[in-house]
């Protein structure tokens, strides 16, 4: 049980972390981010690099969520900016933008970087050991979600950029800097996919390609979770998190992943707009009395 | 059909007639990388109908391009008879464009458009990519091929018609017939009465559906249309190479044609076609040189055509050679199309 439950927490962690920036950018602008994976190995290579040049790792994770923060408010005013409302050619821009990023990572740093070990060792519970740092990724994710949910309901900002979700046009003419929110959410997204690439960057090889691992889980999480960028992932999360520990434990990871899969297809045959479509129609059923 | 003198249609024929000396000016293995090229075409081409033509955006042509491409292994590998080989080929794309109605129907009955049924194809791309990549092992048998996992199958025997191997020169003139038959229809199927209805679904939906047009049935059928293209693809792809691996449809397998056609001009084929031919042509050259600056060059040249040419770096071009040379005629037809084009 406490196995199983290890799982969930590790999936649910994963999946949380891997999407939550793409879920930001995706639900606040309605941009498809496919550098997201790059923008992720960006993260993990800034945390190797400075941890190796002797910084402490909390203080190289902090390094990387700043940096890689900047560096997507730097392609956002280059190039998203132009692309606002236009949801198809930013696939293909924010392509461009990935092969930009991988084989210009390959040319400066080579095919792979030396990984560092995973700090704080384990735990021993009922006789089996488990990662702290693993469980500490769970809490980071409950965390972040809280955090952003704090920061979409409780400030300016978050009213403004909810106001601009609705209906970019009236939000504007009540006063509302649109360009300006978009700007700063991209940035946010690129922060927090920056924070997933540092977080995970000691559990795993950390080459150009990093960031490939993280793209199918995180555009499954945000399908499955739909347009609103905290109650989507969330949800999802949490039953996709539950479907792929239980195929995990019982057929092998092979047919966790195509479970998800197969789920992320169903929702959005049965409801196009994913969890967040589902709980605002209840709301409004609610409210309607 | 009215064959219009501009900018377009005279590329087209000079690309043509180009495709068609071809072999002449070059060795056999300049030629078989051209095949390879204009095998790829036919994927482009295919998103182009659906995509162009008809709004459906589609990442999952791949999927259909990989089904083929191992249902022609399977099946050629299987029945041993090197003269049912082309009958493999017929059933292949018959089989891609039934797979594609199928999940049409589910899409666009059920009501799922615009870009979720990018996702969705998406998904299916990645779920077929894991699928096939697993298959390693003795009991991922059909008949007698092994899938073979990551190495995919190998020695697959090319065409045969007759007794006629097709080959070299012979495989490069078979796929560039069948592409110049499949272009011509597609110029046709623009303006056929079927074209008009799929451009006015890619132009308003609601508005079409309530001009009495079948909206859901007029898009499965495209999207099969598209499926049976892709499927084409995928088998010329088999028949060049005589292998298919999982990558071949990979994610970056299936980004390629949506980047290609975006950036070439997704209302007009032969802005995709050409697009494709130079794309591939480019990537090898560049490649083959062994800079490891191609792809950084292949990003910055994406992300500048989707920024200042958003309607297609080739199409643009067409445009403005129309501008050039056909001043009059393209003002009648921009006052023509002006409510859809400005």
């Known amino acids: 049980m406490e196995d199983l439950l290890y799982q969930f927490m590790n999936n649910f962690a994963f999946l949380i972390l891997s999407a939550i920036g793409l879920a930001v950018i995706f639900g606040m602008m309605k941009i498809i981010n496919l550098?997201?994976?790059?923008?992720?190995?960006?993260?993990?290579?800034?945390?190797?690099?400075?941890?190796?040049?002797?910084i402490p790792l909390l203080l190289s994770i902090l390094l990387s969520v700043v940096g890689v923060g900047i560096f997507g408010l730097i392609v956002d005013r280059l190039i998203i900016s132009r692309l606002y409302g236009r949801t198809l050619d930013s696939v293909v821009v924010t392509w461009g933008v990935s092969l930009v990023m991988q084989q210009g990572i390959l040319i400066?740093?080579?095919?792979?970087?030396?990984?560092?070990?995973?700090?704080?060792?384990?735990?021993?519970?009922?006789?089996?050991?488990?990662?702290?740092?693993?469980?500490?990724?769970?809490?980071?994710?409950?965390?972040?979600?809280?955090?952003?949910?704090?920061?979409f309901t409780k400030t300016t900002f978050g009213l403004h950029s909810r106001a601009a979700m609705q209906n970019a046009e009236i939000a504007r003419s009540?006063?509302?800097?649109?360009?300006?929110?978009?700007?700063?959410?991209?940035?946010?997204?690129?922060?927090?996919a920056g924070l997933t690439g540092a977080l995970y960057a000691p559990t795993m090889a950390v080459s150009p390609t990093f960031g490939g691992g993280f793209l199918m889980p995180s555009f499954v999480t945000v399908i499955v979770g739909g347009a609103n960028p905290l109650i989507g992932p969330s949800l999802s999360g949490g039953v996709l998190g539950v479907v792929s520990t239980g195929l995990d434990a019982t057929w092998g990871t092979f047919f966790g992943r195509l479970g998800l899969l197969v789920v992320a297809i169903l929702v959005i045959?049965?409801?196009?707009?994913?969890?967040?479509?589902?709980?605002?129609?209840?709301?409004v059923r609610k409210s309607r009395g | 059909m009215l064959v219009k003198l501009n900018t377009e249609n005279i590329v087209a024929v000079l690309i043509f007639l180009f495709f068609f000396v071809y072999p002449v000016l070059v060795d056999a293995y300049s030629v078989m990388n051209l095949a390879y090229f204009l095998s790829?075409?036919?994927?482009?081409?295919?998103?182009?109908?659906?995509?162009?033509?008809?709004?459906?955006?589609?990442?999952?042509?791949?999927?259909?391009?990989?089904?083929?491409?191992?249902?022609y292994a399977v099946f050629t590998l299987n029945s041993g008879i090197t003269t049912l080989t082309p009958l493999g080929l017929i059933l292949g794309v018959l089989i891609g464009g039934v797979i594609a109605w199928i999940l049409g129907y589910f899409m666009f009955y059920g009501g799922v458009n615009d870009v979720f049924v990018g996702l969705i194809t998406l998904c299916l791309t990645l779920?077929?990519?894991?699928?096939?990549?697993?298959?390693?092992?003795?009991?991922?048998?059909?008949?007698?091929?092994?899938?073979?996992?990551?190495?995919?199958?190998?020695?697959?025997?090319?065409?045969?018609?007759?007794?006629?191997?097709?080959?070299?020169?012979?495989?490069?003139y078979f796929v560039l017939l069948i592409l110049l038959a499949v272009f011509i229809f597609l110029k046709w199927f623009e303006f056929s009465k079927l074209g008009i209805a799929v451009v006015a679904i890619r132009e308003?939906?609601?508005?079409?559906?309530?001009?009495?047009?079948?909206?859901?049935?007029?898009?499965?059928?495209?999207?099969?249309?598209?499926?049976?293209?892709?499927?084409?693809?995928?088998?010329?792809y088999v028949l060049w190479g005589n292998y298919i691996t999982p990558s071949a449809f990979g994610l970056a397998s299936a980004t390629i044609?949506?980047?290609?056609?975006?950036?070439?001009?997704?209302?007009?084929?032969?802005?995709?076609?050409?697009?494709?031919?130079?794309?591939?042509?480019?990537?090898?050259?560049?490649?083959?040189?062994?800079?490891?600056?191609?792809?950084?060059?292949?990003?910055?040249?994406?992300?500048?055509?989707?920024?200042?040419?958003?309607?297609?770096?080739?199409?643009?071009?067409?445009?403005?050679?129309?501008?050039?040379?056909?001043?009059?005629?393209?003002k009648s037809l921009l006052r023509k199309k002006g409510a859809k084009t400005l």
């Open chain 1, 35 to 54: 550098a997201h994976g790059e923008f992720i190995m960006l993260g993990a290579y800034i945390a190797t690099l400075a941890t190796k040049a002797g």
């Open chain 1, 174 to 192: 009540m006063g509302v800097n649109t360009n300006r929110i978009y700007s700063f959410t991209f940035s946010i997204g690129a922060a927090l």
């Open chain 2, 127 to 172: 779920v077929l990519e894991t699928f096939m990549g697993q298959t390693a092992g003795d009991q991922w048998m059909i008949g007698q091929v092994n899938l073979g996992g990551f190495n995919g199958i190998n020695s697959i025997p090319s065409l045969q018609i007759g007794s006629f191997i097709l080959t070299g020169n012979s495989f490069y």
């Open chain 2, 257 to 330: 044609p949506v980047v290609l056609v975006a950036a070439g001009g997704r209302k007009n084929v032969t802005a995709a076609l050409l697009f494709t031919v130079l794309y591939y042509w480019f990537s090898q050259t560049l490649s083959a040189s062994g800079s490891e600056y191609a792809l950084i060059i292949l990003g910055l040249v994406l992300i500048v055509a989707i920024l200042f040419v958003p309607n297609g770096l080739i199409a643009s071009l067409f445009h403005a050679g129309d501008q050039l040379f056909f001043r009059e005629h393209s």
């Open chain 1, 269 to 283: 045959r049965i409801m196009p707009l994913g969890f967040s479509g589902l709980v605002e129609k209840l709301s």
């Open chain 1, 108 to 151: 400066l740093f080579g095919p792979s970087l030396e990984t560092l070990s995973t700090p704080l060792g384990s735990i021993s519970i009922g006789g089996s050991d488990y990662s702290l740092y693993r469980i500490l990724l769970f809490v980071t994710a409950i965390v972040l979600l809280i955090l952003l949910y704090l920061l």
């Open chain 2, 40 to 71: 790829m075409v036919f994927l482009s081409l295919s998103l182009s109908l659906i995509w162009g033509y008809c709004g459906i955006f589609s990442f999952g042509q791949a999927v259909f391009f990989g089904i083929s491409g191992y249902f």
């Open chain 2, 204 to 236: 308003n939906r609601e508005r079409t559906k309530l001009l009495g047009y079948n909206v859901p049935f007029i898009q499965s059928l495209v999207f099969a249309m598209g499926g049976a293209l892709a499927s084409l693809s995928g088998i010329f």
